[in-house]
């Protein structure tokens, strides 16, 4: 048996959206790993944006490691992922009457959103048998397994988990730290790629721009928007039909890859032919849609605990004002209830122990645990070795 892991921690430096304590909560994991569940050191990939010693967390980079531990990985094995940063929705730029979900995503360092969709190519192909856990301590990341279901977390009657009233009374307010909330708006994700491009981003242009700033790296979610509109293009629609099918927000995309299409400085065939995806996703163009079932990853393929439920955020805290001490608040009480009770804890144990110490720490997220039913019992992770 093979314990294997890839640690991801962004605090986007000299960016708007800095954060100070992701890279300090991968740092505390890779001990944690270590120490108490027995993984050897070069079984462990670490992915920081504040130094030179690891592989920064872009978007193609944290694709090809979850690629390789994936293709290594073997029916017994361990496999944990770790993501501490932004996460991020974006929303529909069609006025498609079937396009009104959103895309949830993680954000890399580079701004590379990595989606369902990804996370599906990539983690199709792993072994049945290997205990796979990914924790995302971030905002909307709870849609990034499918056929996942929520058994801890807000359930379809709105009632919070196993913490008490009295605790999730104390969490209403935030007023012990100085923190910051780790999602990056829609709004704000215009700013950044402007910044990045040079050029103006609108709400209808985010996927094209991805697109054209990452072309084979891009995500999925990404190549196959652009696809969908290529071909309607290609099949000569109308000015009016584009409007009609994409409303004023989606029309600003059309016409940005329409102006792509007719600049003879570009070779078509190079840049749109970088939107073809090899895998199970969906392709359609609708915002957040789904394949067919049977290409959906498997129930039962992971557990996921999400940093916070879909109408909260995830906090960046910083106690004492100086960035050596912050923290994610998820991981950081992950690791206070793993080293309080020296692993021996499962994965349903482990939310609500968690989601009832951030009640008392006044914070306001709650945490969810996305899995098959059999998985709330199973060890987190592993079992401990100590």
């Given at each position: 048996?093979?314990?294997?892991?890839?640690?991801?921690?962004?605090?986007?430096?000299?960016?708007?959206?800095?954060?100070?304590?992701?890279?300090?909560?991968?740092?505390?994991?890779?001990?944690?790993?270590?120490?108490?569940?027995?993984?050897?050191?070069?079984?462990?990939?670490?992915?920081?944006?504040?130094?030179?010693?690891?592989?920064?967390?872009?978007?193609?980079?944290?694709?090809?490691?979850?690629?390789?531990?994936?293709?290594?990985?073997?029916?017994?094995?361990?496999?944990?992922?770790?993501?501490?940063?932004?996460?991020?929705?974006?929303?529909?730029?069609?006025?498609?009457?079937?396009?009104?979900?959103?895309?949830?995503?993680?954000?890399?360092?580079?701004?590379?959103?990595?989606?369902?969709?990804?996370?599906?190519?990539?983690?199709?192909?792993?072994?049945?048998?290997?205990?796979?856990?990914?924790?995302?301590?971030?905002?909307?990341?709870?849609?990034?397994?499918?056929?996942?279901?929520?058994?801890?977390?807000?359930?379809?009657?709105?009632?919070?988990?196993?913490?008490?009233?009295?605790?999730?009374?104390?969490?209403?307010?935030?007023?012990?730290?100085?923190?910051?909330?780790?999602?990056?708006?829609?709004?704000?994700?215009?700013?950044?790629?402007?910044?990045?491009?040079?050029?103006?981003?609108?709400?209808?242009?985010?996927?094209?721009?991805?697109?054209?700033?990452?072309?084979?790296?891009?995500?999925?979610?990404?190549?196959?928007?652009?696809?969908?509109?290529?071909?309607?293009?290609?099949?000569?629609?109308?000015?009016?039909?584009?409007?009609?099918?994409?409303?004023?927000?989606?029309?600003?995309?059309?016409?940005?890859?329409?102006?792509?299409?007719?600049?003879?400085?570009?070779?078509?065939?190079?840049?749109?032919?970088?939107?073809?995806?090899?895998?199970?996703?969906?392709?359609?163009?609708?915002?957040?849609?789904?394949?067919?079932?049977?290409?959906?990853?498997?129930?039962?393929?992971?557990?996921?605990?999400?940093?916070?439920?879909?109408?909260?955020?995830?906090?960046?805290?910083?106690?004492?004002?100086?960035?050596?001490?912050?923290?994610?608040?998820?991981?950081?009480?992950?690791?206070?209830?793993?080293?309080?009770?020296?692993?021996?804890?499962?994965?349903?144990?482990?939310?609500?122990?968690?989601?009832?110490?951030?009640a008392e720490s006044k914070f306001t997220q709650r945490?969810?645990?996305?899995?098959?039913?059999?998985?709330?019992?199973?060890?987190?992770?592993?079992?401990?070795?100590?």
């Amino acid at each position: 048996m093979t314990k294997r892991a890839i640690l991801i921690g962004c605090n986007y430096p000299g960016t708007k959206v800095g954060l100070n304590g992701c890279v300090n909560d991968v740092k505390r994991m890779y001990n944690i790993l270590v120490n108490k569940y027995g993984f050897e050191e070069e079984n462990i990939k670490l992915m920081t944006d504040v130094d030179d010693e690891n592989d920064p967390p872009t978007g193609a980079n944290i694709k090809r490691a979850i690629k390789q531990v994936v293709s290594d990985s073997e029916e017994g094995d361990v496999f944990y992922l770790h993501f501490s940063g932004h996460g991020t929705q974006v929303p529909a730029e069609s006025g498609d009457h079937e396009d009104d979900g959103m895309d949830e995503a993680i954000v890399p360092t580079d701004l590379n959103l990595i989606t369902d969709d990804d996370f599906r190519i990539l983690l199709k192909p792993l072994a049945g048998g290997v205990q796979f856990t990914f924790v995302s301590d971030s905002c909307h990341s709870g849609g990034l397994l499918d056929g996942e279901q929520v058994q801890i977390g807000i359930a379809d009657d709105g009632e919070l988990g196993d913490e008490t009233e009295e605790h999730a009374e104390e969490g209403s307010t935030r007023d012990f730290t100085p923190a910051a909330e780790k999602y990056v708006d829609v709004g704000t994700l215009q700013e950044l790629l402007s910044e990045r491009t040079g050029q103006e981003v609108s709400l209808g242009t985010i996927r094209t721009v991805l697109f054209d700033v990452f072309g084979d790296d891009a995500s999925p979610t990404v190549k196959v928007f652009v696809k969908h509109i290529k071909e309607r293009l290609e099949d000569g629609v109308s000015e009016e039909e584009i409007l009609e099918l994409y409303g004023e927000t989606g029309h600003m995309a059309v016409a940005y890859l329409k102006a792509k299409m007719d600049d003879e400085e570009i070779d078509n065939d190079e840049y749109f032919g970088k939107v073809d995806v090899d895998g199970p996703v969906n392709r359609s163009g609708h915002a957040n849609a789904k394949p067919d079932p049977e290409d959906c990853l498997p129930p039962g393929t992971g557990i996921l605990i999400s940093g916070c439920q879909s109408n909260q955020t995830s906090a960046d805290a910083n106690p004492t004002g100086d960035p050596a001490d912050a923290y994610g608040a998820l991981t950081h009480t992950i690791i206070g209830v793993v080293e309080e009770l020296d692993g021996n804890i499962t994965n349903g144990e482990l939310v609500n122990a968690v989601r009832k110490k951030l009640a008392e720490s006044k914070f306001t997220q709650r945490p969810c645990l996305f899995s098959v039913e059999e998985a709330v019992d199973i060890p987190f992770i592993c079992e401990p070795v100590c």
